[in-house]
């Protein structure tokens, strides 16, 4: 299914309405009061919508499944958020991986994790 106009940046427009909430009130905000309690209130809020998430996949209702995907989704957005993070990173690195097999992928994510395991000097590669 290919995205509609309507939906076009929706992740783009969501996190920037996030990242505006950082240092709000959060008497007026949901979004600044999990970012004041973070990272502890945003991961314990992850952990609930996933569980969720997996428990309307298990009933199989659409509605619900849709609903609590777009509910993890949201706090994972908060969360890139909290890391000065952004979702056109996750969608780049979905990017990246398409067309490759996830055996693979993975194969090579290993071998990278060893080799940055082996060689010290090497752990803050990606930060470089």
Same mark, same amino acid.
């Given at each position: 299914?290919?995205?509609?106009?309507?939906?076009?940046?929706?992740?783009t427009r969501l996190a920037d309405t996030i990242d505006a909430r950082h240092g709000a009130d959060p008497a007026g905000s949901y979004?600044?009061?999990?970012?004041?309690?973070?990272?502890?209130?945003?991961?314990?809020?992850?952990g609930e919508e996933a569980t969720e998430t997996v428990m309307a996949a298990?009933?199989?209702?659409?509605?619900?499944?849709?609903? &609590?995907?777009?509910?993890?989704?949201?706090?994972?957005?908060?969360?890139?958020?909290?890391?000065?993070?952004?979702? &056109?990173?996750?969608?780049? &690195?979905?990017?990246?991986?398409?067309?490759?097999?996830?055996?693979?992928?993975?194969?090579?994510?290993?071998? &990278?994790?060893?080799?940055?395991?082996?060689?010290?000097?090497?752990?803050?590669?990606?930060?470089?």
């Amino acid at each position: 299914m290919n995205p509609t106009p309507a939906n076009d940046g929706v992740l783009t427009r969501l996190a920037d309405t996030i990242d505006a909430r950082h240092g709000a009130d959060p008497a007026g905000s949901y979004v600044a009061r999990l970012l004041a309690k973070a990272p502890d209130a945003v991961l314990k809020k992850i952990g609930e919508e996933a569980t969720e998430t997996v428990m309307a996949a298990k009933d199989g209702v659409a509605d619900r499944i849709v609903s &609590e995907t777009a509910d993890l989704w949201f706090h994972c957005l908060v969360m890139l958020s909290q890391y000065g993070l952004r979702p &056109e990173q996750v969608l780049a &690195e979905l990017e990246r991986r398409a067309g490759v097999s996830g055996i693979e992928e993975k194969a090579l994510r290993k071998a &990278e994790q060893r080799e940055r395991h082996d060689d010290p000097s090497r752990e803050n590669a990606d930060d470089r």
